[in-house]
């Protein structure tokens, strides 16, 4: 996946003590990903991040790429509606864990799905005796900042502008309403 524009914003959970346990509605199951699971969750990532995903794309990319650890997924009656992954970079990132790839089907939203995938993956973290996590995102997420803020994400400063960019996300928080 090619990025354009600037570099996303960083954001850490500077300790993997404290972790809740998932919490899922009635019906839906949080397990990790197969390779059996590559074509739904190509459709999963494109509906959720609105670009395209291609089953080889979710392969070389997560399920069977060497710095995933796991994917984790939530599904209800067969279907895929929630994905988060948990990424080592030790040259990046020595003793954190990163959250990748977080992202729930449009019709899922709001089920406190986004939230159950990105615990699983810092429980896995903390089994793993890692000291913190990571992950990076786009300042127009508003929401999914929201979240991370809540499961105890501080920003980062890494580049010249990022204050800049935080003031206006902060802005931004204080004004959103969330989408009900």
Known sequence: MTRTGPPQLLMRRPSLLGIPEPVLPAG???RTATSSDEVQLAT????AFGTPWSP???AENLTRCASV????VIEKNGGLLATASARLDPVSFPGEGYVHWVGTARAARNQGLGRAVIVAVLQRFARLSLRSAVLETDDERISAIRLYMDL???PVLRHEKDAERWTKVGEMLASHKEET
């Open 28 to 30: 839906f199951v949080l």
């Open 44 to 47: 999963l990532l494109s509906d």
């Open 56 to 58: 080889a794309g979710v």
């Open 69 to 72: 650890d796991a994917v984790f």
């Open 152 to 154: 105890g994400f501080q």
